[in-house]
């Protein structure tokens, strides 16, 4: 077992140091190493935003890095003192206590040495364990296989064997991290091993304004991307990609999707297994819409009973071609946009008489409950609006906007 390898190395190696260097320098270590272990995550995350603003960007650098620079800061501290403590005592031995007295120091300083040195291994042995634990838990979830880097394979055996000693226990007994970061690790994993589930995680309610960032949408649009991740490609390789890399390195960004997911990460989990959202499907309004010109036909027919066939066609025909992209999305924060449309004041009918196709916009606007109803504001119009199932539909007075839920 690689633990088992690892704590012999380590022990051995910690002790013979500590047989060298003698009692005092090695318990000055021993209180650096407590003091580096017990500051290093809060002050860490004090240099890590540091860091970030000398341009270092990835946020699992600055999330590593900020706290292993406290801990090795500590250690350096603690061992310039046990040097300048070591060379007081040292002195006066040799120069002060006579032979007999320094003979008897210099072997009680050794074997102390050697067993503080054991003690020094054994908490250098309980932080690797955690150190081991924290990113195996991610990546031993992505692992796809002998293509991914040696670090990483290395780095899964390690974590494997931790669970397999029961050494883990260990690790956990000094995890001092929230537990929405290994659910945030777990959702990634899924959705790594799942690239079907794309399709519905777009339009989870609570992510529609991450599909708003021109990011995501570039990125979506990447069809290198798309393949790769279909293909089950290497974590590492997918990790390469210049637009995914944009999104890893623009810090604001990176604390939206986190505010974003981690207020909803069981809701999420249920969705992506249900196609149901607990917390967001009573408000029905959410979601994205696609332009139904079939019952927009429909309604069109019902309020025009005379209209002759021959223009009801040239009515479909333009819906079909001006309504081809157009798109509601409703979000949580009550905001609307109305992707890919004509002007709200367009008349299918008055237009078929021209066949003259009108320009299409993105309209931003509002929407709110109104009495069991919805009350959606566009451009400075309010339109009443109601969701029937999988149906939404718009009351204008030119058009009845009717639209159907993408699933």
Not at 85 to 96: I, N, Q, R, S, T
Not at 142 to 154: G, K, Q, T, V
Not at 298 to 321: F, G, H
């Amino acid at each position: 077992m690689t633990i088992w390898v690892l704590a012999l190395v380590l022990l051995a190696s910690v002790a013979g140091l500590g047989y060298r260097q003698g009692a005092i320098r090695v318990a000055f270590s021993f209180f650096g190493i407590l003091f580096g272990a017990c500051l290093a995550v809060p002050l860490g995350h004090l240099l890590g935003r540091l860091l970030g603003h000398l341009g270092l960007k990835d946020p699992l650098l600055v999330w590593a890095i900020g706290p292993l620079l406290v801990f090795v800061l500590f250690s350096v501290i603690f061992k310039i003192a046990a040097a300048a403590a070591h060379h007081k005592a040292d002195v006066h031995y040799k120069y002060h206590a006579g032979e007999l007295r320094l003979a008897l120091w210099e072997r009680l300083n050794r074997r102390l040495g050697l067993c503080l040195g054991l003690l020094n291994g054994a908490a250098y042995l309980v932080l690797l364990s955690f150190v081991i634990y924290v990113p195996s838990y991610l990546t031993f979830q992505l692992a796809s296989s002998d293509s991914d880097p040696r670090w990483m394979r290395l780095l899964n055996v390690m974590g494997r064997d931790l669970h397999a000693t029961g050494f883990v226990k260990v690790a956990r007994s000094i995890d001092s991290l929230p537990e929405h970061d290994f659910e945030m690790a777990d959702l990634g994993a899924l959705i790594y091993r799942n690239p079907l589930l794309e399709a519905r995680l777009v339009n989870y309610p609570g992510f529609l304004g991450l599909g708003e960032q021109p990011e995501f949408q570039d990125l979506g649009t990447d069809k290198d991307f798309m393949q790769l991740w279909a293909g089950m490609e290497p974590v590492m390789n997918l990790l390469d990609n210049p637009k995914l890399q944009g999104i890893r390195q623009n810090p604001e960004l990176l604390k939206t999707i986190w505010s974003a997911a981690e207020p909803n990460l069981g809701d999420v989990r249920t969705y992506l297994a249900t196609g149901r959202s607990p917390q967001y499907d009573p408000i029905k309004i959410l979601g994205r819409w696609r332009f139904d010109p079939n019952a927009a036909v429909n309604a069109i027919r019902r309020a025009k009973p005379n209209i002759s066939s021959i223009e009801m066609q040239r009515v479909r025909r333009l819906l079909e071609a001006t309504f081809s992209k157009t798109e509601l999305i409703a979000k949580p924060d009550n905001q609307v946009t109305l992707r890919s449309a004509p002007p709200l004041k367009f008349s299918p009918a008055a237009a078929a008489v021209g066949a003259v196709a009108p320009s299409v916009q993105n309209v931003p606007g509002q929407w709110k409950e109104a009495n069991g109803k919805y009350l959606v504001t566009l451009s400075s119009q309010d339109l009443p609006a109601s969701v029937e199932g999988d149906r939404l539909s718009m009351k204008n007075e030119s058009l009845d906007w009717v639209f159907a839920r993408e699933n």
